[in-house]
């Protein structure tokens, strides 16, 4: 956790009845004057808080740093502060575990968005970030997201502890990388866990997709990161748009592909949505228009500049100037 925002009441609930129920829940703060705490023990008086800060170039990781080494049970979850789930979710998550699948990737999903900017968030989580990384495992490809990360301890050991987080810009992506290098499979999970979003402010929502993008340019799955627009609802709309004109059609035609073209993707989203029983609505519809308009305007806020701002840090500069040349470089 990291501020007072980290620890709403629905989610310090939830840790607490994990813990009632036999988990072992660390909650990982850098400062023991952090906002977190008092909010946390204002709901949960005996919660488990662990206090220290590292100092690698990842901050999350500086935080997270003493959780991991601390975690003694057979089976090791890092989540993502605010996701909420009970004893019954986390166990069908971690089902998949085997002998031979090292780690499990929970996605998380976004819900109850309670203005406009909250709702595009969750166009952005639910029907854009789940739906690549769901079909890029499927492919095979090596994906990672936040959300619940669940590995066993003998495997979290094998990659170094933190390490293993720790080898690439984004710690998701250098676990997955690190659990594939021991010759075990990663895999999306099937069970999809709650992010309330509550109320959003649209400069921490835009801040976040950018921060996400620049991060994704710098891993070696960069070349899927600037197909991404190529493939949206403007690139496609445009491209049919011109071979309509091409072809010699007149400005009721062109409107009427625009019109038929939208119709069709907006159908789609809703096809994926629902069949993970998420709702999608009219301000879901307008969300994801948005988001798609917005594909070039983050693309090129993303290729703008190297700077990855995180919690007040920025994590490609620290990621630059690190000095552990163990540290894997990205391509």
């Not at 990982?28 to 008092?38: L, T, W």
């Not at 975690?71 to 979850?77: D, E, F, G, I, L």
């Amino acid at each position: 956790m990291n501020g007072a925002g980290d620890a709403p009441a629905e989610y310090v609930r939830a840790l607490a009845e994990l813990s009632q129920a036999g988990a072992e829940v660390l909650i990982c703060v850098a400062h023991d004057d952090d906002g977190a705490v008092a909010s946390t023990r204002a709901l949960w008086p005996e919660a488990p808080i662990l206090v220290g800060n590292d100092d690698t170039f990842n901050p999350k990781m500086n935080n997270v740093r003493k959780g991991l080494e601390a975690a003694s049970r057979r089976v090791v979850a890092l989540c993502d502060a605010g996701v909420v789930f009970g004893v019954d979710e986390l166990c069908r998550a971690a089902a998949p575990l085997s002998d031979r699948v090292g780690l499990v990737l929970a996605l998380k999903v976004a819900v109850a968005p309670e203005n406009f900017a909250a709702e595009v968030e969750r166009a952005y989580i639910d029907g854009h970030q789940a739906r690549f990384l769901l079909a890029a495992d499927r492919l095979g490809l090596a994906v990672a997201s936040g959300g619940v990360t669940l590995l066993s301890h003998d495997t979290l050991q094998r990659i170094g502890n933190w390490r293993g987080f720790n080898r690439w810009i984004a710690d998701d992506y250098s676990v997955v990388r690190s659990v594939r290098e021991l010759g075990l499979s990663t895999r999306l999970g099937d069970l999809m866990l709650r992010l309330p979003l509550g109320h959003r402010h649209w400069s921490t929502v835009w801040r976040r997709q950018v921060r996400w993008a620049r991060t994704r340019l710098r891993l070696p799955v960069w070349p899927l990161v600037l197909w991404e627009p190529a493939i949206g609802w403007v690139a496609s709309a445009a491209a049919g748009g011109v071979a309509l004109a091409w072809a010699g059609a007149g400005a009721g035609v062109l409107a009427a592909g625009l019109a038929a073209h939208t119709a069709a993707w907006l159908a789609g989203e809703k096809w994926f949505m629902s069949g993970r029983g998420l709702g999608f609505g009219a301000r879901a519809a307008a969300a994801a228009l948005l988001r798609e308009a917005l594909a070039p305007a983050l693309m090129a806020g993303a290729l703008g500049s190297r700077a990855i701002y995180w919690r007040g840090a920025d994590l490609g500069g620290h990621w630059n100037n690190r000095g552990d040349d163990t540290v894997e470089k990205s391509v």
